[in-house]
């Protein structure tokens, strides 16, 4: 199972962006889609965005269209939300997923990072 590894968040001003980073070990980074979830106070998790195997598929929530970009590098074991026109409903506590077997849509997710914290300040 692979091992992942949030990092990039922060406290930031709406209208600000972010670039959050998932470093993957532990297996072959190219056969796992990946994905990020958030998390807010007193909320479900939620999907945010994910991407296939090969990089040239993604999906997006609604609530981010436009403004959030999910990207990886395979070469790096790397995979990337660039995050845009921060909002304050953007804070929650950012998680990084990936799934083995699965597509974006249909995905187990069973590997989760820690979770990185994303603050945005009206």
């Known amino acids: 199972q692979v091992q992942l590894v949030e990092s990039g968040g922060g406290l930031i001003q709406a209208g600000g962006s972010l670039r959050l980073s998932c470093a993957a070990s532990?297996?072959?980074?190219?056969?796992?889609?990946m994905a990020w979830f958030r998390q807010a106070p007193g909320k479900e998790r939620e999907f945010v965005a994910g991407?296939?195997?090969?990089?040239?598929?993604?999906r997006n929530a609604d609530s981010v269209k436009g403004r959030f970009t999910i990207s990886r590098d395979n070469t790096k074991n790397t995979v990337y939300l660039q995050m845009d026109s921060l909002k304050p409903e953007d804070t929650a506590v950012y998680y990084c997923a990936a799934d083995r077997r699965g597509t974006i849509i249909t995905g187990a997710y069973d590997s989760w990072g820690q979770g990185t914290q994303v603050t945005v300040s009206s």
């Open positions: 991407i296939n195997r090969a990089g040239n598929g993604v």
């Open positions: 532990g297996d072959t980074f190219s056969n796992y889609v």
